[in-house]
Nanobody, 122 residues
Framework: QVQLVESGGGLVQAGGSLRLSCAASGRTFSSYAMGWFRQAPGKERDFVAA????????YYSDSVKGRFTISRDNAKNTVYLQMNSLKPEDTAVFYC???????????????WGQGTQVTVSS
């Protein structure tokens, strides 16, 4: 019922910025909480950030707090992840997800995008 497509990944220098977008299909986007997760080579998928249905509540992993900002534009069916002060350890495939509750637990989310690669060079 919901299809998610990430974009905006790429190669960036350490200390630089990048903005990821996740476009959702359907007319019920505003009813879903949204999350961003990432998976580095050889590691499991980890929580990055999440945002409530209206955007009034946000949560962040300690590793990105103060550097990343999650936001959404329900009129455009899109969630964003603004990433500043990027570090080489941020290098990963970033995935967006949609679910019925804002949470840091991946298993709670119902729909997932295919991911977009973010590479941060030193």
């Amino acid at each position: 019922q919901v299809q998610l497509v990430e974009s905006g990944g790429g190669l960036v220098q350490a200390g630089g910025s990048l903005r990821l977008s996740c476009a959702a299909s359907g007319r019920t986007f505003s009813s879903y909480a949204m999350g961003w997760f990432r998976q580095a080579p050889g590691k499991e998928r980890d929580f990055v950030a999440a945002i409530s249905r209206t955007g009034s509540t946000t949560y962040y992993s300690d590793s990105v707090k103060g550097r990343f900002t999650i936001s959404r534009d329900n009129a455009k069916n899109t969630v964003y992840l603004q990433m500043n002060s990027l570090k080489p350890e941020d290098t990963a495939v970033f995935y967006c997800a949609a679910g019925g509750v804002v949470t840091n637990q991946a298993s709670v989310y119902d729909y997932w995008g295919q991911g977009t690669q973010v590479t941060v060079s030193s």
